[in-house]
């Protein structure tokens, strides 16, 4: 079964003399950064802006510290902010991805550059949602975050009035409500409409193009950011495309890999404030970060690539 490695791999042959996935590339790309500023949107509710690409820590770091793997994340983590990019995703039901992120961010001195969205997940009653949170910001070994989500719309409307409560404390800059599925997105939307967080979270990618039905516009007109998760669709865009080749004009918007298409896919509509995907290898942490330099897809492209993927 083709992977990721070997998309990266095929589509390190259109750079000049150096691999995607060697050090060469990402001093490149943060060089090219040093330029150049990443692609940021603009949160409605404040006007405050964040770059385009953030990441996600579900499954990437619910891993052992002092492992192979958390060294890598290291990396990761500098590769990430090295570019500009400063937002990260994550949860307490992410098992121990709190644990490991915390430690990270603070020993590399990272977390007055981190914009970090974490959740009220899976408790219900203000008491048990406040512990879960006081129990966050240990982990995470902060005294705030910067956004506060109501996971899968669990509990909203007890969770959604604790996390505005938190924000009014100062503990929380922005409030939101998330879900990742396509059978929530009518729920989700109207929770959306009668409460207008700061921020919604949904699934979105070329496959799963259901938010932009009711969910985008909706964002567009209430004045509410949109975190977009899912972007590869759990992996399975890259099995889609695994005999294909990229678009004749990839060059054109500076995409030389599946990944950045499909990032810069979801970047090009213009509800999404960010892209969340979630990563433990630098290499593919540097794949994804290219995808918020260049121009962004139009229309037409956006159509084609559709047709293309299937």
């Known amino acids: 079964m083709s ?12 750079l000049a003399g150096s ?17 150049r500023t990443m692609l940021k949107r603009t949160i ?14 579900s499954g990437s770091f619910e891993i052992t510290q002092g492992s192979p793997e958390y060294t890598a994340l290291k990396e990761v983590l500098k590769r990430f902010f090295d570019a500009g990019a400063t937002l990260i995703d994550t949860a307490p039901t992410y098992s121990n991805a709190e644990d490991i992120l915390g430690p990270l961010l ?4 990272l977390r007055p550059k981190a914009f ?12 048990k949602g406040l512990a879960q949170f006081q129990k966050t910001l240990k982990s995470l070994r902060t005294d705030k975050v910067e956004l ?4 899968n719309l669990g509990d909203w409307k007890t969770q959604l009035a604790l996390a505005r409560e938190l924000k009014e404390q100062g503990k929380v800059k922005y409030t939101g409500i998330t879900h990742y599925l396509d059978t929530a997105h009518d729920q989700l939307a109207d929770v959306v409409q009668e409460t207008k967080p700061d921020f919604l979270q949904i699934n979105y990618s070329v496959t799963n193009r259901g938010a932009e039905e009711r969910l985008f516009p909706m964002a567009r007109d209430l004045g509410v950011a ?20 990229l678009p004749g004009w990839a060059g054109e918007v500076g995409v030389t890999s599946w ?12 509800a999404v404030t960010a892209v969340i995907p979630a990563t433990g290898k630098p290499d593919r942490q540097s794949d994804n970060l290219k995808a918020g330099y260049g121009p962004l897809l139009s229309a037409a492209q956006k159509k084609e690539l559709i047709q293309l993927v299937g």
């Open 259 to 270: 990944a950045q298409m499909f990032l810069k896919f979801c970047l090009s509509h213009e």
């Open 19 to 35: 691999t995607l996935l060697g050090a060469s590339s990402w001093s490149s790309l943060a060089a090219a950064a040093s330029e």
């Open 106 to 109: 603070a020993d590399a001195k």
């Open 226 to 245: 949109v975190l977009a998760n899912r972007n590869f669709n759990d992996g399975k865009l890259f099995n889609q495309v695994r005999d294909k080749q």
């Open 116 to 127: 970090i969205a974490t959740k009220l997940s899976g408790v219900v009653g203000r008491d």
């Open 3 to 14: 992977t990721r490695r070997q998309f990266l791999s095929q589509s390190s042959a259109a």
């Open 148 to 151: 506060l989500q109501v996971h």
């Open 44 to 57: 409605p509710s404040s006007g405050e802006s964040v770059p385009a690409i953030g990441m996600g820590t």
